[in-house]
């Protein structure tokens, strides 16, 4: 069974720094994309970024380029997300998901919270 | 970028009913399209990918198809478990973008 457990979640003030982690298990993390979704408090989901097999290919949605980068670690089958400079409008659930080659979203992890606030 | 635009917003249906939601994006994505159920305080789920594949596990009651630009899922019989949020997505070109969301309410 695939399993995605997201850690890193907090209260940070704006401009700070998180880093998000991902850690799967139950299938061959190495052979999926992988991405970070997230949610706003009652609203609905926004992509936030992906990354290709071999970490060759990242892809960002305009509102976090150049303040999040998503990274991969195969040999511990992890993901991550650095995000800095945090804004208000970042504060949101953020899961991760595994990824076929096509694109969609497979598989989800039960995701964690970022809030950002003073 | 692509634009989802889904509708409606908010649907009020009973057990038993017919239930169809439709998305349209603002050009192709031939056919790239998935959509979500999500239950409140839950992680969403994928119910259809390539606009009309089944995902495994999903009941039959589900379906989806594709005109041009315009997606629609379909629900054949809701049941009481289909009561939640339901989202498209295209993965044609990034950024990747999701409709904004149609709420199954119970009538």
């Known amino acids: 069974e695939v399993y995605l457990v997201e850690s890193g979640g907090g209260l940070v003030q704006p401009g700070g720094s998180l880093r998000l982690s991902c850690a799967a298990s139950?299938?061959?993390?190495?052979?999926?994309?992988m991405t970070w979704v997230r949610q706003a408090p009652g609203k609905g989901l926004e992509w936030v970024a992906n990354?290709?097999?071999?970490?060759?290919?990242?892809y960002y949605v305009d509102s976090v380029k150049g303040r999040f980068t998503i990274s991969r670690d195969n040999a511990k089958n992890s993901v991550f997300l650095q995000m800095n400079s945090l804004r208000a409008e970042d504060t949101a659930v953020y899961y991760c998901?595994?990824?076929?080659?096509?694109?969609?979203?497979?598989?989800w992890g039960q995701g964690t919270l970022v809030t950002v606030s003073s | 970028d692509i634009q989802m635009t889904q509708s409606p917003s908010t649907l009020s249906a009973s057990v038993g009913d017919r239930v169809t939601i439709t998305c349209r994006a603002s050009?192709?994505?031939?056919?790239?399209l998935a959509w979500y159920q999500q239950k409140p305080g839950k992680a969403p789920k994928i119910l259809i990918y390539?606009?009309?594949t089944l995902e495994s596990g999903v009941p039959s009651r589900f379906s989806g198809s594709e005109s041009g630009t315009e997606f629609t899922l379909t629900i054949s019989s809701l049941q009481p478990d289909d009561f939640a949020t339901y989202y498209c997505?295209?993965?044609?070109?990034?950024?990747?973008?999701f409709g904004g969301g149609t709420k199954v309410e119970i009538k």
């Open positions: 998901a595994t990824t076929p080659n096509t694109g969609y979203q497979g598989n």
């Open positions: 139950g299938f061959t993390f190495s052979s999926y994309w």
């Open positions: 990354i290709k097999q071999d970490g060759s290919e990242k």
């Open positions: 050009q192709i994505i031939h056919g790239w």
């Open positions: 390539e606009a009309s």
């Open positions: 997505q295209q993965y044609n070109h990034h950024p990747l973008t």
